[in-house]
């Protein structure tokens, strides 16, 4: 029998729901909520890569940098990431975003990561006293050449002394790649000027004497011992690659952050309950089915949330709970479908038989619409609407296979064979009778 | 059908508040958010009794930050937009507001340097034209089997007419509480309109799919009925089930701007007035055009 096969899976399906429904209340894997939820300070940096020739592996490296930074002061989970903005629109831009949850003194924050020094090496031009003599407002930029190498090839900074006039100086070890970068400049290039230069200032501009092939090099910047010190602690914790300035960004307190996902949640309880009311009163049995698989597409959601993980945003929450009034219109085009079948005359199995399949159609075009516009919000994307659209987005997606699927299993499950008059009544819907 | 046949009427209603909408935009113009045009947003929270919008207007001003505006929100916060602040500045502004007669505490402040706003701004725009664009090329193709007696791009192109429809009257309402109000055209406006462009289709091909599927059984039936007829059929069995989508959707919405956070409050009445006029569309604009253009094809 047909029906025994849809009982057994709908028995598994509710069992699987149960189990998954309570496995949600256990703190197995927790929510991420963004920091509009839970408080924290947004920081979001425009790096600039026009002196660099592989970005990625720049951006990449600012990534580790900024991240190492971060954790020294004790950020708990700290989000780092980085963004190219505007490959669509032209004008490409590397972005590092930061998220601080739990810090909102964005001063604290900002000199956190703002005090990460930029450390380059470049060659002076030939013509350089020419040109500092004709401009003497000359920025580094029109003196000196790039030579790719900067602080990104550092693997160590130790602080020395100068064995003759027992001078502070800083050693500076280079990584393999420094090295050998280290060693072509010097060999191509003997007798010139390279200038060692830190945050913008040129901190000393030794001749090269001869080819360095062994990765060291010392800066004599007339340090005193403290400055010294403070220069390798800082380019230990790391050196940034490329220059970065502070575009964007945002704090948000603790207290408002948790008010706002409380009211989220409530909105969304009352919501969801005052559809259930609806759907029922409504559409009767097939509405109370559709409550259920309703149940189970919130399930489903949370644990996809958990699992890939979505951040959670105060838009993210409205996309989900706009997502649940959406999830049931599927359910709601196979019960009027199903209605106008059983109006013609035909027996309940029949028309439910019609229903799903005549309603399908129109649930998968309006569908697609659907994750084209998630898509397209995706792509707009700060981390706000992405929340709300990879919520809506994901939304459509599983509410597919729970309106259809999971609600059409349980349907067949109780549908009766016999058409007596109130079954009849129990599967139509709205002022309708028989 | 009574939509079809005083087509006229409902054509007549959206031309009109389309002509308000526009009258509110090119008059009032639109209150940009520093998302668009860069900024700092402050939301100050008050302990004690908060000072009155006077004594903040005035002590804000003695600081010489250029334009500012300063707005109530809720019983003891204050959210107060100038310039794109420096760090200097912003400890001034948060020096000059807090006390006499009660302690500050700054809830939130966002800055967006103005190069972000303006990119975001074209991003937006760039967003809105797409998905509409796309919508249209779906909609083309999966009416693509239906030919006679209206061709397929036509259901696509009486589609995007709704969905223009969906997208100015909304904005048009929200520049007049913009005007009124002070509610400001942020991104998640931006987010809103295009999940009200997503959302709106949805109906109007619940109509649609109904043409396609009675021109179909029309022509296995060898009958031979008005065009006009035909819409007007699909229209009146459809008109159940577009109202009881949008209302499954308009009682969360109505959950979510009556309990929800207030971040997302303006957010939730924008998807309900976008739900509503897109129903609206779906059935009083979109399928009566499909009569008209047909026509005009004659």
Known sequence: MKSKKHIVISILLLIVFGALGFLLTKDYKPFKFGLDLVGGTELVYKADTSKVDNVADAMNSLKEVIERRVNMFGVSEPIVQTESAGIVSGNK????????????????AVALIGQTPVLEFRLQKANAAEITKANPNATIDDVFTSTGLTGRYLSRATVEFDPNTQAPLVGLLFNDEGTDLFSK?????????LAIILDGNVLSAPVIQDAITNGKAQITGGFTALEAKELVRNLNYGALPVPIALSTSQTIGASLGVSALDAGVRAGEIGFIALAIFLILWYRLPGLIATVALVSYIILSLWVFKIIPVTLTAAGLAGFILSIGMAVDANVLIFERTKEELKKGKS??????????????????????????????????????????????????????????????FLFAIAPRGDSGFKRFLFSNGFHIK | MFVVKYRKIFFALSALLLALSFYGMFTYGFDLSIDFKGGTLTEVKYSDVPPTLDELNTKISALDLGGFSVRPSGASNFIIRTKELSQNERDALTQAINGPTASSTIERQNTIGPVAGAELKSKAMKAVAVVVLMIMLFITFAFRKVSKPVSSWKFGFATIVALAHDVIIPTGIFVFLGHFKGIEIDLLFVTGLLAILGYSVHDTIVVFDRVRENLKINRDTNNKEEFETTVGKSVAQTFGRSINTSLTIFITLLALFLVGSGATKDFAFLLIVGIIVGTYSSIFVASPLLVTFQKLAR
Request: glycine share 8%; proline share 1%.
């Open chain 1, 93 to 108: 831009e590397e972005r590092l975003i930061v998220e601080l949850p739990g810090v909102t003194d964005i001063d604290e």
């Open chain 1, 185 to 193: 400049i010097t060999t191509e290039n003997k007798g010139q000027i």
């Open chain 1, 348 to 409: 309940i199995y029949e028309s439910l038989h019609e229903g799903f399949s005549r309603a399908w159609l129109s649930i998968r075009d309006s569908n697609v619409s659907s994750i084209i516009t998630a898509i397209v919000l995706f792509w707009l994307g700060t981390s706000a609407v992405k929340g709300f659209a990879l919520t809506l987005g994901l939304g459509v997606l599983i509410s597919m296979f729970t309106a259809i699927s999971v609600s059409r299993t």
